[in-house]
């Protein structure tokens, strides 16, 4: 949000909003010079703003800026995506972390993105570029391909005007090749990268199942390529993905 500016008649909520969403992984702590520029606010009224939310808990004050508060993670963990579809997974995601000992994964569709609520590795996983809460792209991930299988022809239409950006030199960024790849996930039931992401990681996905009231999700893995043994993975991965479907259709209310 750098470099926007003030908008006359922008309510207080929309200019909160865009103080709390000047935060990133990169930079979790903001001074007020800062948290200003990356809003795009004034800086007396991110100094205002900010001083607000630290009393409603939403910030908290630190010697040299401000940081996300304990209050705004409370209510980030009553939404559905944390109360019903990860803790719902999680028990399936702690099997398919067993069975593999690799990078386990559990992420949804947010506009054009993968969003990550889930993600169980140990000393034996290949690191990778995902954390909780963070987002990828939809075409050089193992959960974005899933995920990209579940979209109509008039979404993914939408969705191939947009630019894309090649992350590695393996990254598959033609709009026909990644029709193709998308095909290919409807037909066999599963998703994969190589090295589209991280260089020397291979990526195996399948959507869950679609259930009322959540967003479209995903679960995969992520193994090095000289592990990668894609006949053993594939049935583990699409097995939770339709055993946390019927996990949560069993707990709709």
């Known amino acids: 949000m750098a470099g926007r500016t003030n908008v006359p008649g922008e309510s207080v909520l929309v200019r909160a909003s865009r103080i709390l969403r000047a935060f990133s992984e990169d930079e979790p702590e903001l001074d007020l010079g800062s948290l200003s520029a990356r809003s795009g606010l004034p800086r007396s009224t991110a100094h205002r703003l900010a001083a607000e939310l630290v009393a409603l808990g939403m910030l908290d004050r630190t010697a040299s800026g401000y940081v996300i508060g304990t209050a705004l993670w409370e209510v980030g963990e009553l939404s559905p995506v944390s109360l019903r579809l990860r803790e719902t997974a999680l028990p399936h995601l702690l099997e398919l972390y067993a069975a593999t000992g690799e990078n386990v994964h559990l992420a949804m569709l947010a506009g054009t993105e993968a969003l990550y609520v889930a993600r169980l590795s140990g000393p034996g996983s290949v690191p990778t570029l995902s954390r909780m809460g963070g987002r990828l792209p939809l075409h050089t991930t193992g959960v974005g391909k899933a995920l990209l299988a579940t979209r109509d022809e008039d979404w993914l239409d939408a969705y191939f005007v947009l630019p894309r950006e090649k992350e590695t030199l393996h990254s598959v960024t033609d709009e026909a090749a990644l029709r193709d790849e998308v095909a290919r996930v ?17 990526s195996i996905a399948a959507a869950l199942p679609a259930v009322d009231g959540l967003p479209v999700a995903a679960v995969g893995v992520v193994t090095h390529l000289g592990r990668a043994d894609e006949g053993r993975l594939a049935p583990l991965v699409m097995r939770t993905a339709l055993e946390i479907g019927n996990s949560l259709s069993g707990t709709h209310r």
């Open 186 to 202: 409807r037909a066999s039931g599963y998703a994969t990268t190589r090295q589209e992401m991280t260089l020397g990681n291979v």
